[in-house]
């Protein structure tokens, strides 16, 4: 049973999972040791699954960034599941409803990257792409 003290630890460490015990502690009044073992629980549990970073991806290269919507072909999703995150371009994967099956946000370096890249993907399905032209920051508050 994950308490409304744990979802105050949790949106901490949405915002900043580097946070130390004894920080998050000081925001809500618990001891830093009462914090490790909340946190030690949620990750037993499996309600924090991991810990993350948030690269910024130009300054790797990496000039696009791109979803890719597909539409398998008759017998390909079987392939293309055991495939997808093979690719290094690939940064999350989804099988999704709807008239598509697989949703993926991938980086690339420039639009020729684009275009191999889709070359790859289209021996499973039929490939629409979207430009991401920015990230809407979450407000502090949400």
Known sequence: MVT????????????NARASFAEI???????PSA???RVQKLEDLG????????LNQALLGN?????ILLKIFDGKLKYILTEI???PEVKEAYRITGPYNIHVRVVLRDQLHLQQFIDKLI???SPT?????????KSKGS
Do not use: H, M, P, Q
């Open 123 to 125: 021996r499973y399905g």
């Open 129 to 137: 792409t979207l430009l991401i032209l920015s990230e809407i920051e």
């Open 63 to 67: 000039g696009l960034e791109v979803f």
């Open 85 to 87: 995150n093979t690719y």
């Open 25 to 31: 502690g000081r925001k809500i009044a618990l001891s």
């Open 4 to 15: 409304e003290t744990d979802r105050e630890i949790i949106d901490i460490l949405k915002t």
């Open 35 to 37: 914090v490790r073992e």
């Open 47 to 54: 309600v924090i699954k991991s810990y993350g970073v948030k």
